[in-house]
């Protein structure tokens, strides 16, 4: 592997689409195409080739690659052509690397077939906003959606604080602060700290990974700030009991309650392809924190949340992830088939006829 082969390979990757590329020991180059995986026609990588690639990206970042390397989240720049989401591990012995594609481009709610209830969400002065779903399925390109949203039409300080930095963005009626751990800011929940003194109206936070960087959420949410950020979960009740279960059982009840009363809305994203297999589509779970909810939440009655979310589609906006499954299958965008390959429903087909 050189340079001008690697970069080669991440130009043919931005040019078809391509979402994420894999670089592993004995397989060649590996792109994924609307879910499915492709291998490049090209030779079997090798130790040094993964290990060549990795120090290159180290490079990029005036940081040595660590000799005792375990994993590392980083990114990379090609000039004229676009940004990666680095992943760096090590598995059996050797380096492995994945990375993510990024868009120049930041979509609208309406490109990324997102709806423009996001848009009133991010109105709201304050609370938290947490988009959930697992990885690949679009939690990042939401929430660039949504501070873009925010930029083009609010005067606003916003402060991200990321692993890496993916979306670069440029100040348009909001200022925004992007800072990266590793290189700006040696954790979460240090630069949250920073962030409260910095004048912020929006604090976008990566991904809340530890109980440290949840509690630093919570308490800029109660404390007069709108912060978004992401979680891996895959509905409104999952989110809420995972965050729960990070603290202390002697602390869980006052958690919940402070939740109840910060949370704004949840937002939960699975991709799903169409009949066509040729576009990607975002299928949302969306819950707004209306007196019901919060009621539940206080009352820790979360397998209430679903029934509750489906009632609430008409007067909030909301909907349950079957709700917009049902959606997608009666405008003959996917098959039952895909929806029944997402949905965590038993009855799904049942629903279809009474939705």
């Known amino acids: 592997m050189d340079i001008p082969t690697l970069h080669q390979i991440l130009e043919i990757a931005f040019n078809k689409g391509v979402s994420d590329i894999h670089f592993e020991v004995d397989n060649p180059p590996i792109f994924r195409v609307r879910g499915h995986l492709i291998r490049a026609k090209l030779k079997d990588l090798r130790p040094e080739?993964?290990?060549?690639?990795?120090?290159?990206?180290?490079?990029?970042?005036?940081?040595?690659?660590?000799?005792?390397?375990?994993?590392?989240?980083?990114?990379?720049s090609l000039p004229d052509v676009g940004r990666f989401r680095v992943s760096i591990f090590r598995q059996k012995g050797v380096i492995g690397i994945v990375m993510r594609v990024i868009p120049h481009y930041i979509g609208t709610f309406e490109e990324l077939n997102l709806p423009p209830v996001l848009g009133e969400f991010v109105q709201i002065p304050n609370g938290l906003i947490i988009v959930t779903g697992p990885t690949g399925n679009g939690k990042s390109t939401t929430l660039a959606s949504m501070i873009r949203y925010i930029n083009e039409n609010f005067n606003y300080n916003i402060i991200t604080i990321e692993d890496p930095i993916e979306f670069l963005f440029k100040s348009d009626k909001?200022?925004?602060?992007?800072?990266?751990?590793?290189?700006?800011?040696?954790?979460?929940?240090?630069?949250?700290?920073a962030a409260m003194r910095m004048d912020?109206?929006?604090?976008m936070v990566g991904e809340m990974r530890d109980l440290e960087t949840i509690e630093g959420c919570i308490k800029a949410a109660e404390t007069g700030h709108l912060v978004m950020t992401s979680l891996h979960t895959n509905n409104a009740a999952s989110t809420i009991n995972r965050i729960i279960g990070y603290f202390p059982p002697?602390?869980?009840d006052n958690v919940r309650h402070r939740l109840a009363e910060s949370l704004v809305a949840t937002i939960s994203i699975r991709l799903v392809r169409d009949k066509t297999g040729e576009r990607i589509l975002p299928?949302?779970?969306?819950?707004?924190n209306t007196s019901t909810i919060k009621a539940c939440i206080h009352e820790g009655k979360l397998d209430e949340l679903e029934e509750h979310i489906e009632k609430g589609s008409d007067s909030y906006m909301m909907q349950s992830l079957d709700q917009h499954l049902i959606q997608?299958?009666?405008q003959d965008i996917i098959s039952l088939d895909e929806a029944k390959r997402v949905s965590r429903s038993s009855d799904l087909e049942r629903k279809l006829i009474y939705f």
């Open 49 to 76: 080739d993964t290990e060549f690639i990795a120090r290159l990206v180290m490079e990029h970042q005036d940081r040595p690659l660590p000799d005792d390397l375990r994993e590392i989240d980083t990114s990379y």
């Open 174 to 193: 909001s200022c925004i602060v992007q800072r990266e751990l590793g290189i700006d800011t040696d954790s979460f929940d240090k630069a949250l700290r």
């Open 200 to 203: 912020p109206d929006v604090i």
């Open 250 to 252: 002697d602390m869980q």
């Open 283 to 288: 299928a949302l779970e969306i819950m707004y």
């Open 328 to 330: 997608l299958c009666k």
